[in-house]
């Protein structure tokens, strides 16, 4: 990359500005404060790394908010019941502390989702500001292409709850493992860390390595299943469920799956990096998929399709 285009902090009069080229743009004060204020995160000398500090810093306080949240519902939940109407208990003589207890966990609960709504606004101006920055290169271009996809399974994806659903609906997806249990016959070569926004807001960021603070890094591995010609997703982590994504059908073999997934694979690290899977195995899919299993079982060593011709992907992941 080009010296002149890699992003540097400008210290002006009107706040803190991100050059990038001859292009200048000035730093939203709310996320100014997050990093150069009392108690803010500080300042490098690399604006990229800095602003994705701050954004995944966000994300972490709002999934502690919403486990907080539900924490506080929980409360509302039994302090309701302790005011219920009792026939043995005229309201006149419930308990005070019963009605004080409900009316602090409703304040509670309200106090919390108005910080939780606070923190999204501040995650919305940050990402927007990365955005219109167009920095053509490096974290800042890769973080863009990330948040202008929605997390939302795309179109023509079917969504298993987890992976004992997965395998009831088709049993040639399953095998035998070594400890006698049932698990997928996969092949998971395609990636490990794929990303999707929701599933890694939850890992705290105090808990990065000193050598990257960023960790790019999602739960979500990509899998082929050479018996039914499928490709899929399988998002393993310790505190969401193994929710399952099936992305397409009619792949003939491991090398034409490779063939589709390798170009896109460097950019694994982009937030939402799962969708641009998810929409490139589609488009390159020979024939729809199937939910169920199509007829009998093909022979040993295929799918049973015929050899795999990949079709276009789509124009962004190509970039």
Known sequence: MSAHL????????????????RRRDRLPDPIGDWLA???GLGLSGDPARDLLRVERQLRHVIAQLNAEIATAEQGITAAHDQDAPNPARPRRRRPRRA????????????????SRERARTLLDILRTYVIELD??????????????RRPDPPPGVVVFDDEDAFLDTDPRRATTSQWGGTTIAGIEQFGLTWRRDGDEDADDPA??????????????????LERTGEVYGIRRCAYL??????????????????????PITPRITEPNSLILAAGTVHAAQPWPRSTTA?????PRGGSGAAPCTPGHAPEEAGR
């Open 6 to 21: 890699l992003p540097t902090w400008q210290h002006t009069d009107t706040g803190l500005m991100v050059q990038v080229g």
């Open 99 to 114: 009605r004080r207890a409900l009316r602090t966990a409703l304040d509670v609960r309200a106090e919390l989702v108005d």
């Open 135 to 148: 920095a053509p290169h490096g974290l800042l271009r890769e973080a863009a292409d990330g948040w202008r």
């Open 294 to 298: 199509p007829g009998p079982s093909p």
């Open 241 to 262: 469920p193994r929710q399952v994504w099936l992305l397409g059908a009619g792949f003939d073999t491991v090398r034409c799956v490779r063939d589709v997934l390798g």
């Open 37 to 39: 204020g009392p108690g």
């Open 207 to 224: 808990a990065s390595t000193p050598d990257d603070q960023l960790r790019r890094t999602g739960p979500w591995q990509l899998g082929y």
